[in-house]
């Protein structure tokens, strides 16, 4: 054979020869599939990232929508939306981050929503092993919210919900030429009834909205002047402070009486069987929470209290009975502010909803009562009486049933002070 010839047979046999074949296509495979495992490796961190971006819209559009109801600037509104997606990891201007805050929307439904928030965000990815696939990757959420009023249409609620047949049984009555002044604010009353709110003897009430479940009477030259709507067969109105846990009576604090004309300064603590403040005394409450159990928390003879720096005063009892009322006599000075945060934000007064409903809370005449925040005695009657005065530009009242006979004003420039508006309507998430 001629060294020709066998130089073609080998060529053939080496055509021929399939020995390590499958070695080869692995080989070349593994590369595309390696490639395929790592962009599904990518695309679940993305997706990862996706999510976090997306609660991080919802909190930051839900959280600007808050700041806007409650009055802010777009510049406030536009920090705090930010300030809350940096909480979550997500900086604008940092690690490929852009968060953008709209007010109103720039795309949507709600484009022309009076208090409606954008918010997008967007993230530039890191490609480990995408990049053999895409020349970049980014994800973007995106959330609106409308913001829900801040304080709500009212300062004055009364939540007895029974039928109202005379003035005995009207939820609020103002008679013998008491003078509500509620210019800034209204007034919620939801019981049913043709009295539920009962206006008589020369008595005058000034609201900018009145909205009776029932019906309300007007008589013997009593005035109702209502600069803006008078509702009735109303839907009633939620109590504001239900979910407010009642705190815990602790041990009895070794004094519960000051008077003499001394000046003392008194920290938050349990007083038993009462705290009373008379006799010209001239008090200071520190800041923080006076759990009165039992008795009655009772400011007379002149006595002057003052608790502005975020005190909550609430009236419980250990036992069951006996419940703590208030009695602020005529004469006196009490200055009350709630604390703008924590477990009694807005809270001024807070009486226990156990406490019977046959007992009375009492704001006598010639008071000088200066509270921020709201009066709260959700199972009681209250009395304000004979020229009982309050300034305040942020009072409540929520009370069982309200009878006036005196002067009071009212106010609701409640921002920032911690106080739940009455009817106020909530910030929702709607995109």
């Not at 304000?384 to 002067?407: D, E, K, M, V, W």
Request: hydrophobic share 40%; glycine share 14%.
């Amino acid at each position: 054979m001629s060294a020709v010839a066998a130089f073609r047979r080998s060529c053939r046999r080496l055509v021929r020869d399939e020995a390590g074949v499958t070695a080869v296509v692995i080989g070349l495979s593994m590369t595309v599939l390696m490639g395929f495992a790592g962009l599904a490796v990518d695309m679940g961190i993305w997706y990862s990232d996706r999510r976090a971006a997306q609660g991080a819209a919802d909190s930051a559009a839900y959280s600007g929508a808050i700041d806007l109801g409650a009055g802010d600037t777009a510049t406030g509104v536009t920090a705090a939306a930010k300030a809350i997606a940096a909480q979550y990891g997500l900086v604008h201007g940092s690690g490929g981050v852009t968060v953008t805050v709209n007010q109103p929307p720039a795309s949507g439904s709600h484009t022309t929503t009076t208090g409606a928030v954008e918010v997008i965000i967007q993230k530039t990815e890191s490609r480990f092993f995408a990049s053999f696939f895409l020349n970049s990757a980014a994800v973007a959420a995106r959330a609106v919210a409308v913001a829900g009023s801040s304080g709500g249409k009212y300062c004055v609620l009364a939540l007895d919900s029974s039928a109202a047949t005379s003035v005995n049984t009207a939820a609020i009555d103002i008679t013998n030429g008491a003078d509500l002044d509620l210019s800034q604010c209204g007034v919620q009353v939801n019981a049913s009834g043709a009295d539920a709110l009962y206006l008589t003897g020369g008595a005058k009430l000034d609201a900018t909205t009145v909205s009776v479940v029932g019906t309300y009477t007007v008589n013997n030259g009593a005035r109702l002047n209502v600069t803006g709507s008078t509702t009735t067969s109303a839907a009633p109105v939620a109590d504001p402070y239900a979910g407010v846990a009642v705190p815990t009576p602790g041990a009895c604090a070794a004094t519960n009486s000051y008077g003499g004309g001394g000046t003392f300064t008194i920290s938050p603590g349990t007083f038993c069987n009462g705290l009373s403040i008379s006799n010209g005394a001239n008090v200071t409450m520190s800041p923080g929470v006076y759990i009165i159990d039992r008795g009655s928390f009772a400011v007379s003879g002149g006595a002057n209290l003052n608790a502005s720096s975020g005190v909550t005063i609430v009236l419980t009892s250990s036992s069951g009975s006996n419940y703590a009322t208030t009695s602020i006599d005529n004469g006196t000075k009490v200055t009350l502010t709630a604390p703008t945060s924590g477990p009694t934000s807005g809270l001024a007064i807070m009486q226990d909803p156990r406490a019977a409903s046959t007992g009375a809370d009492n704001f006598a005449g010639g008071t000088q009562l200066n509270v921020t925040g709201a009066l709260y005695f959700p199972s009681q009657m209250v009395n304000f009486s004979n020229g009982s005065a309050n300034n305040s530009y942020c009072t409540q009242l929520i009370a069982y049933r309200i009878n006036y006979t005196g002067g009071s004003k009212f106010g609701n420039n409640c921002s920032g002070t911690g106080v739940t508006g009455i009817g106020q309507t909530a910030t929702v998430l709607v995109e």
